[in-house]
């Protein structure tokens, strides 16, 4: 029989609150770099250092090229090679990236704006590249680590549920960075991102110490049962597992499209509305929904299954983005709050599948290890991540080049210095790359992914009696 089974550990402390609070505090810190790096790194470029957009595009798919290598060899090296003293799989990777982090995400920001143009470009692709390691050197253990603090499907569901409270914390500090980096001329102030980046940085490494020392590791693989990393067959068993593929389809989708309005509604409040103080409050209102579901996650799941509980809300979403194509937007505070509202409720899609999208990728790495034998929670994270990454970079680059391709210039002032219709073009391209978003989303869950609240049931009966037959297997057996 091949080695399938996991061993829960016995001799720790039960789950727990401490574990919830501890894994949150793991993707706050994450978010702290991550979502600095989103909101900040294009406009930083484009608008501040003064790279122009066509060359901004082709760095990020540069950069992107080595994305596509970094994850999956992340991933297979977590899953056969151990580091450290302490029998952790994970939490040793984790301590390394951690400084890393915050020397990095500080380095992306450095401020050389009268820099000769190749010089501006070599140091976005040196220091990009250089936070982008030490990303996936924190970001693969840490999500990957999920799947070993607990096997029950509620208590994953719980995990996921408090680590997007984590991020939601840690993106929610960059919401509010609007109000200190932009001056009254709608302009960017990117002198000062380099600090900003070391203060959240510094914050990031001290949660990302409590979240080690807080969590605790229970699902393991025996070192007799451990095999070596095959990659043929990890790529085998991706390709045929249907619902990372619907999940990796999804994710790519909200972070190009869904979520494209982190970055299109900074441009319409600088440009169209003319006031980026409510960038923050914009933002805050687009995560309301995640909130309001918050309570009722573990019960809609227990009730409903993760596929609907997440697919449906989508239908909300393209609804709402219908509706906001078919009406007028106008650059004044009626506009605003109108523009305001519709973002809200199209994101209301999003906010179930913020709160339990990792106890979705929990339940694929149980289904990769039924399909392959093997126990891969850092490589099947690892390819999910990849597609995350690819996503990140051209959600980095699309939104710019879509809003350039109805007019946008981001060398020119914000205020009065667009071409006439601009504005209102971009209003409708920001909805309209919502709604691509949303459909692809919700054809993914409800057509694609195949692990309804059943499926999961009987795919955990199936691991735990193979677990409980290695265990019998192993027993030494007694003369008859």
């Known amino acids: 029989m091949e080695a399938t089974g996991f061993d829960i550990r016995k001799d720790v402390r039960p789950f727990g609150i401490r574990d919830k609070i501890g894994y949150a505090l793991g993707d706050l810190g994450c978010n702290l770099?991550?979502?600095?790096?989103?909101?900040?790194?294009?406009?930083?470029?484009?608008?501040?250092?003064?790279?122009?957009?066509?060359?901004?595009?082709?760095?990020?798919?540069?950069?992107k090229v080595w994305d596509g290598v970094n994850d999956p060899?992340?991933?297979?090296?977590?899953?056969?090679?151990?580091?450290?003293?302490?029998?952790?799989?994970?939490?040793?990777?984790?301590?390394?990236?951690?400084?890393?982090?915050?020397?990095?995400?500080?380095?992306?920001?450095?401020?050389v704006p009268n820099a000769a143009l190749w010089l501006k470009v070599t140091l976005c692709i040196v220091t990009y590249l250089l936070w982008d390691i030490c990303y996936t050197l924190m970001n693969v253990p840490y999500g990957s680590l999920s799947a070993a603090i607990t096997a029950d499907p509620l208590e994953r569901t719980s995990l996921s549920t408090w680590r997007s409270i984590g991020a939601a914390i840690g993106g929610g500090i960059s919401m509010l960075l609007p109000l200190l980096l932009y001056d009254d001329n709608q302009n960017l102030n990117g002198d000062i991102l380099i600090w900003v980046a070391l203060a959240m940085g510094a914050?990031?490494?001290?949660?990302?110490?409590?979240?080690?020392?807080?969590?605790?590791?229970?699902?393991?693989?025996?070192?007799?049962?451990?095999e070596k990393i095959n990659y043929l067959k990890t790529l085998k068993g991706f390709i045929t597992n249907r619902p990372l593929l619907a999940l990796c389809l999804a994710s790519f989708a909200s972070i190009v499209f869904f979520l494209s309005s982190t970055q299109t509604a900074k441009w319409l409040f600088q440009i169209h509305f003319h006031n980026t103080d409510m960038i923050s409050v914009a933002t805050i209102i687009?995560?309301?929904p995640m909130v309001f579901f918050i309570p009722f996650t573990s019960k809609l799941v227990a009730k409903f299954g993760k596929k609907y509980s997440v697919g449906m809300p989508f239908a909300l979403s393209i609804v709402a983005a219908v509706v906001m194509l078919c009406i007028p937007?106008?650059?004044?505070?009626?506009?605003?709050?109108?523009?305001?509202?519709?973002?809200?409720?199209?994101?209301?899609?999003?906010?179930?599948?913020?709160l339990i999208t990792w106890a979705m990728v929990n339940d694929c790495i149980d289904y990769q290890q039924l399909k392959t034998g093997m126990r891969e929670e850092g490589s099947v994270y690892a390819m999910y991540s990849l597609f995350r990454k690819i996503a990140q970079g051209v959600s980095l680059s699309l939104p710019l080049l879509c809003m350039q391709?109805?007019?946008?210039n981001p060398q020119a002032d914000p205020i009065g210095n667009q071409d006439p219709g601009v504005p209102e073009a971009m209003v409708k391209m920001s909805i309209g790359l919502m709604l691509i978003g949303a459909v692809i989303m919700f054809v993914s869950f409800i057509l694609i992914y195949n692990l309804g609240k059943k499926e999961v049931a009987d795919m955990q009966a199936k691991l735990n009696k193979t677990d409980e037959d290695e265990k019998l297997i192993s027993m030494p057996q007694g003369d008859d």
């Open 33 to 63: 770099s991550f979502s600095l790096i989103s909101a900040f790194m294009l406009d930083f470029y484009t608008q501040y250092i003064g790279i122009p957009g066509a060359i901004w595009s082709v760095i990020i798919i540069v950069t």
């Open 329 to 354: 937007i106008p650059g004044n505070q009626t506009g605003m709050i109108i523009y305001i509202v519709g973002l809200m409720l199209i994101q209301s899609g999003g906010g179930m599948f913020n």
């Open 286 to 288: 687009s995560y309301l």
């Open 203 to 226: 914050v990031a490494l001290a949660v990302y110490i409590l979240c080690i020392k807080m969590t605790t590791e229970r699902v393991v693989v025996p070192p007799e049962r451990r």
């Open 405 to 408: 391709a109805v007019g946008y």
């Open 73 to 111: 060899i992340m991933g297979g090296i977590m899953d056969s090679v151990r580091i450290g003293r302490s029998g952790s799989k994970f939490k040793p990777w984790m301590s390394i990236a951690a400084i890393g982090l915050t020397v990095t995400g500080a380095l992306v920001f450095l401020p």
